[in-house]
């Protein structure tokens, strides 16, 4: 692949499986490597204590940020009691600190807790986050030594089940290890940080993997060395994550390319027969059906112009047309 970073045609996206250690930002400057491509970027961070999936746009395809970063995701979390820390995981300082109390060693107990999460709650962000505070991210306003005040956020905890205990009564080291399904914008250090203040012993994160971001999985990525060998052919259809119905238009093409109205005799949505099919491989017509259903009023679609995706359309049902939310020159490659 080209080294040089620069305009390099391509438009596409692939998923990559981030190993611990590395910084999303670091992800995608390897990506801007392996593409030669300047404009890269992640749809949601991962710290980087965290692995597990983060999908990289490559090219024009940098504008599907937007659609991408509301998902709800899916992580395996290992929650340590012992102490807090500046970071709310285990890469800050230490600061409040307790013994840890012998019922927190009980397998049922932590099994219904760890259940007890499910539900909406006001969430207090991380000090050290990317959230910004009069422009300035406050992890930035935190290493600067700054008071930094977060408010409250409304998130939504839709699973979680505990998977295993690990450390023995008595030994000065316990962990919490379950799985959750939380909507966007949920951080999970400051879930664990909550829930160790709830079980009056501090804790914090001292792992976590990401399972899943919408309907893309940990099965569906790649390791950046994957991605290094494979170039081009890591690519994931964009069409499948972002999970809309689509249409090809090839016959409206020269419409579509300049991001003019459709109307419904030029639009006819289709959808997958299979759902749950994998990203990865030939984005083919089969396993795909006519939708019995027709637009609903807001409804985004992607259209697909010679097998790539070419832009995202949303319905007008007043005006019973298909108005342009966003036209990709050069379409996003479905592999």
């Not at 020269?254 to 997958?272: C, D, P, T």
Request: charged share 25%; glycine share 10%.
């Amino acid at each position: 692949m080209a080294t040089r970073r620069g305009a390099s045609g391509l438009s596409l996206v692939v998923a990559v499986n981030k190993p611990a250690g590395l910084s999303s930002h670091d992800v995608v400057n390897r990506c801007r490597r392996i593409f030669g491509e300047r404009r890269c970027g992640h749809t949601g961070t991962l710290d980087p204590l965290a692995t597990g999936v983060l999908p990289i746009c490559v090219g024009p395809a940098t504008r599907l940020d937007k659609f991408m970063t509301s998902h709800d995701k899916r992580y395996r979390v290992k929650m340590r009691f012992g102490f807090e820390t500046t970071t709310d995981d285990s890469a800050g300082e230490r600061t409040a600190s307790a013994s840890i109390p012998s019922y927190l060693y009980d397998e049922e107990f932590a099994r219904q807790r760890v259940a007890g999460l499910v539900g909406r709650h006001m969430q207090v962000p991380p000090r050290y986050s990317a959230i910004k505070i009069a422009g300035k991210k406050a992890y930035e306003a935190a290493r600067a030594g700054d008071d930094v005040e977060l408010e409250p956020r409304p998130i939504e905890v839709l699973e979680a089940e505990f998977v295993r205990l690990e450390g023995e009564t008595g030994a000065d080291q316990l962990e919490w290890v379950f799985d959750v399904f939380v909507s966007k914008g949920t951080y999970i250090r400051s879930l664990v940080r909550d829930l160790g203040r709830q079980l009056m012993c501090p804790a914090h994160v001292s792992g976590l993997e990401r399972r899943s971001v919408g309907r893309l999985t940990l099965e569906h990525c790649n390791t950046l060395e994957s991605i290094e060998r494979l170039g081009v052919d890591a690519a994931i259809d964009p069409v499948r994550i972002l999970g809309l119905r689509f249409a090809f238009c090839d016959d409206s093409a020269r419409f579509v390319a300049s991001g003019n109205k459709l109307y419904s005799n030029q639009v006819h949505l289709n959808e997958r027969l299979d759902m749950d099919r994998g990203l990865q491989g030939c984005a083919c017509v089969s396993g795909v059906c006519e939708s019995p259903e027709e637009p609903f009023d807001g409804e985004l679609a992607c259209i697909v112009v010679e097998n790539r995706l070419k832009g995202l359309y949303r319905f007008d049902a007043r005006d019973g047309v298909w108005k342009a939310e966003t036209v990709f020159s050069t379409g996003i490659y479905r592999g």
